[in-house]
């Protein structure tokens, strides 16, 4: 039986998907039109921080994989904080090289038009791989490994975490971005 956490982390990483959905079609557009767009480069920044990083992963760390490293040992501690955490960081870094590169690139330096790029297919690259091991891998051997009380207060303590947090926002800003940049 599928758990109310992972049913709710695994909905979060469709909508991060199609995210990144828009994000490879805005790259193209840019290296078609050959700028960066800063706004939307910005609005995606803010959705990305807002969404995925603080919601989607700051769930994760602060509850399920916070578990998993404390129950699991040796196993724990390689699958979540060697590769997971590792991952969240690396999609920070994209980030926050996207925000320099626009920075940048409104101060007139056009070269970094190439790092605007980069970072975008990047972090669009780095998420789509990151959501799909979590479905296929990270989140089955959570709920074979974590005892059903702990799997009980994972529940419990992620939708006090909905309770506190609204998507409705974000996902409107996804649905325009996705009018915005369809095929
Ligand atoms: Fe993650
Ligand atoms: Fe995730």
Do not use: C
Request: glycine share 6%; no cysteine.
């Amino acid at each position: 039986m599928k758990r109310y956490a992972i049913e709710i982390l695994e909905i979060e990483h469709a909508n991060i998907l199609r995210m990144t959905q828009v994000m490879r079609r805005m790259a193209l557009r840019m290296m078609e039109e050959k700028t960066l767009f800063v706004d939307d480069i910005r609005l995606v920044i803010d959705w990305i921080r807002g969404y995925a990083d603080k919601h989607h992963h700051g769930k994760e760390e602060v509850i399920l994989f916070d578990e998993m490293v404390k129950e699991l040992g040796d196993v724990g501690e390689r699958l979540i904080r060697g590769a997971m955490y590792i991952e969240h960081d690396a999609g920070r870094y994209h980030v926050s090289q996207m925000e320099e590169a626009v920075n940048h690139f409104e101060e007139g330096n056009e070269e970094v038009f190439l790092d605007g790029i980069t970072h975008v297919l990047g972090y669009a690259e780095l998420l789509k791989r990151h959501a799909l091991k979590e479905n296929e891998v990270i989140y089955p051997f959570g709920l074979r490994s974590l005892d059903e009380k702990i799997l009980d207060s994972v529940d419990e303590r992620t939708k006090k975490f909905e309770e506190d947090f609204s998507a409705d926002e974000y996902l409107e800003q996804l649905e325009q971005l996705e009018e915005k940049y369809q095929r």
